[in-house]
């Protein structure tokens, strides 16, 4: 399918290959935005650094993963590899000879990854062999979910697939239509108990049953407005987040809403576009969005508790929370520190040359990253004032 490019606003968006038509993820008009950070609170080091495998696309989201005392990451060009979190010691490395679209899930022993041929590979988490590999419709551009019993695969045409985790075998099958036009992407379902949501292309939500895959409810995030395919695109691509009862997501061209788990009734909405992700605490909802502005916003009602604008221009992962600071990577290849109670920037490094589009993982007072280029970073934070 010819590329053609179009622009929004601030942002460029380029239309890839997908079925119908399927935009790509959102890149900053200008990778030299000016960020003056005069005196850091805080300040990142460098722990180790390492090439996983091959650069990848901006379009994929190739992130780590924790799970029983090791780091697990995937590179694009099917080497997935265990490292010790302290060391990088290299644990155990496999070569699967697939390219990887989608993440790393973890849970029940397992690691599954999905491929840009639409199948879905599971392997042991202690060793790396493969317990199984199953075909399914399209590309998988999100981790798979991992738990009770179950592999639950969000694919690009639109399909929610759930897998037995000890052999592969479908269970049941869900399908939404895609739009024609895409975000290059989508989210990760989310697994609940006894259940599991997902996000969909046409701004909707679904809750489903995990043993027979029937709708509990469904909700609306967003609803797709104006004339052409580009305006009306309202991607839920921002992985919904699940906290003590309340459901929290947001589209693109949309709305980020809080919804009840229990019933789908939307609690609150307000128009937000939201390509980065979501992170909450017990009082607050924290947003990146579509202009690489941050938001914080109360959990009840979504009031704003405050906006940063410092990373204005820039492409925002999902955030991330490490103490009193919320993290967030951005595609100029840096990590950033802000105050949770206000928004102020305290803290700024540049990881490398290429972009990240991943949210920050942190554990035990550090953080890793994945970065376009293939090199997963740990990177320790240090609190000035300690």
Same mark, same amino acid.
């Given at each position: ?11 460029? &968006? ?35 650094? &390492? ?8 379009? *994929? ?42 993440? *790393? ?170 390509? #980065? ?96 280029? #293939?090199?997963?970073?740990?990177? #320790? ?6």
């Amino acid at each position: 399918m010819k590329d053609r490019r179009v622009r929004v606003g601030l942002v460029l &968006m380029s239309v890839l290959f997908l079925a119908g038509c399927s935009a790509r993820g959102l890149l900053p008009a200008d990778e030299s935005v000016d960020i003056g950070l005069e005196a850091p609170q805080i300040e990142f080091e460098s722990l180790f650094s &390492m090439r996983i495998g091959q650069s990848q696309a901006d379009g *994929l989201r190739l992130r780590p993963v924790l799970a029983d005392g090791a780091l697990y990451a995937a590179s694009v060009d099917g080497r997935v590899v265990a490292l010790d979190p302290v060391s990088g010691e290299t644990r155990w490395a496999q070569d699967l000879d697939v390219r990887v679209a989608g993440a *790393l899930g973890a849970g029940d022993g397992l690691l599954a990854l999905g491929t840009a041929s639409g199948e879905v590979i599971a392997l042991e988490r202690d060793g790396g062999a493969v317990r199984w590999r199953q075909s399914l419709s399209s590309e998988v551009l999100a981790p798979p979910a991992v738990g009770q019993a179950s592999v639950v695969v969000r694919t690009a045409d639109g399909h929610v697939f759930a897998l037995d985790a000890a052999n592969g075998e479908q269970r049941w099958l869900y399908s939404r239509n895609v739009p024609a036009l895409t975000l290059r992407g989508h989210s990760s379902p989310v697994l609940v108990n006894d259940g599991v949501v997902a996000g969909f292309d046409n701004g909707r939500l679904s809750a489903l049953d995990l043993a027979t895959g029937s709708a509990a409810w469904e909700s609306t995030v967003a609803v797709p407005e104006g004339r052409t395919d580009l305006a009306r695109m309202v991607d839920i691509d921002a992985d919904p987040l699940v906290d003590r009862g309340d459901l929290f997501a947001g589209a693109y061209q949309g709305r980020v809403a809080g919804v009840a788990l229990g019933s789908g009734e939307v609690a609150w909405a307000r128009e937000l576009s939201v390509t #980065g992700g979501l992170a909450v605490d017990d009082e607050r909802l924290y947003v990146t969005d579509a202009q690489g502005r941050v938001w914080a916003l109360d959990r009840r009602n979504g009031a704003s508790v405050w906006r940063a604008e410092k990373l204005r221009g820039l492409r925002l992962a999902a955030p991330s929370m490490a103490g009193e600071y919320l993290l967030v990577a951005a595609s100029d290849g840096s990590i950033n520190a802000l105050d949770r109670r206000n928004g102020e920037l305290v803290g700024r490094r540049t990881v490398g040359s290429a972009g990240i589009t991943v949210k920050p993982l942190v554990a035990d007072g550090r953080v890793y990253l994945q970065d376009l280029a #293939g090199r997963l970073h740990a990177i #320790g934070i240090n609190d000035k004032d300690d």
